[in-house]
């Protein structure tokens, strides 16, 4: 009979690196970096400390805007906790090249262009979970939650970067309808 697995998680660093503009003009960017350490009480899944970045530039004008992501992480160890237990830990690995190596990566390229006060269209390589799957505690790996099902809907898999576009109207009152 197998007996439960725990895994003991510390976050080393979790913080933003700066936020605001690149000498006085008109783009912004702000970031993060993440370490963490991972340890489990099954003998044959490693140990492994873990590190991701993420930037963010953004261009913001009177109706439309910019937006560039780079990303960037460390190689996984194929026996460590990340690997074997990808739910552990959502933001390990997640830039990396086809053989299984961490990278820097353009995560994120998009323009956004505010049709009405109303609508918003954003079109390029975007993220679409997180157009959808926005939450004010979860979905943001870096800040809040590591496990995957708390980052994202488990049932649904959203592609992670692809070309896009996205529709976004805003009702009174506040709900938002996106297509």
């Known amino acids: 009979m197998r007996k439960n697995c725990f895994v003991t998680t510390l976050a080393l660093v979790s913080l933003p690196v700066y936020c605001g503009p690149i000498n006085n003009s008109t783009w912004d960017f702000s970031g993060s970096v993440v370490i963490t ?14 590190g991701s970045g993420d930037i963010i530039f953004s261009q913001q004008a009177d109706n439309h805007s910019w937006v560039v992501h ?5 190689t996984l160890n194929t026996m460590g906790v990340a690997s074997v237990l990808p739910e552990a830990n959502s933001d390990a690995g997640s830039a990396q090249n086809d053989a299984g190596k961490g990278r820097l990566q353009l995560s994120e390229l998009y323009y956004q262009q ?23 505690i979860a979905s943001d790996e870096t800040t809040q939650f590591l496990g995957a099902s708390f980052t ?18 805003t009702f009174t009152g506040g709900p938002v309808w996106r297509a």
Request: hydrophobic share 30%.
């Open 114 to 136: 505010q049709i009405s006060p109303h609508q918003l269209l954003s079109v390029g390589l975007l993220d679409v979970s997180g157009f959808f799957e926005q939450s004010r």
């Open 70 to 74: 780079i990303e960037a992480s460390t």
């Open 152 to 169: 994202g809907n488990p049932v649904i898999e959203f592609p992670d970067y692809t070309l896009g576009l996205v529709y976004e109207h």
């Open 37 to 50: 350490h991972q340890a489990t009480d099954e003998p044959h899944i490693r140990n492994e400390t873990e």
